[in-house]
């Protein structure tokens, strides 16, 4: 989902890279470069975070979201077909979700009586939409996958990267990795 909050936290990157190989740590969740995500969440959202997946008709407004009360992962058929395929874009849409359900999931009361401008005042950092994002980023293409590459274009190719998303999440970091 796009809809921004400030989040309890303040997430520097280097803390979500870390969130995210303790995941895969503390869960046996094993990375390939271009892993499919429907598959990660069919198997994985409700044994790791309580959340069942479910899929509905395109209405045109959220691609995908949760429901953090519902303890649902919310995928709309058009991107569940495009994600099967392995289709960049939509693989980082379902990543982003899944930042959502690691990093926000316990926040249901701290959103729900939040304004819809709180998030205004809070740093980059602080907010839900880019933890999301920067999570999303990490989980497709950790350091240690990166580093095997020589340049943004070829590690988006092997990793099936949505570039576009990539590097307006993370331009510096992500420049910097590359000479
Ligand atoms: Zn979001």
């Known amino acids: 989902m ?7 936290h303040s997430l520097p990157r280097e803390q979500i890279a870390r969130i995210v190989r303790d995941l895969r740590q503390k869960f046996g969740v094993r990375f390939t470069p271009g892993f499919n995500l429907i598959d990660f969440v069919e198997v994985h959202a409700h044994r790791i975070w309580g959340f069942s997946v479910e899929y509905f008709d395109d209405d045109g407004e959220f691609p995908a979201y949760v429901s953090i009360k519902a ?3 919310y995928i709309s058929n058009e991107i569940a077909f495009r994600a099967k395929l392995n289709e960049e874009e939509a693989r980082f849409i379902i990543a982003h979700e899944i930042g959502h359900m690691h990093l ?3 926040d249901l ?3 729900s009586g939040q304004s819809n401008s709180a998030f205004r005042w ?4 602080a907010q839900t939409e880019w933890q999301a994002d920067t999570f999303a980023e990490i989980l497709l293409a ?5 580093v095997q590459y020589s340049s943004i274009e070829e590690l988006s190719i092997s990793c099936v990267l949505y570039q576009p998303a990539m590097i307006r999440t993370d331009e510096p970091s992500l420049a910097a990795r590359w000479p």
């Open 109 to 111: 009361h701290f959103f």
């Open 71 to 73: 303890r649902k992962l």
């Open 122 to 125: 809070a740093s980059e950092e």
């Open 142 to 146: 950790p350091d240690s996958v990166v």
């Open 104 to 106: 926000h999931s316990d």
């Open 2 to 8: 796009r809809r921004n909050y400030k989040a309890r």
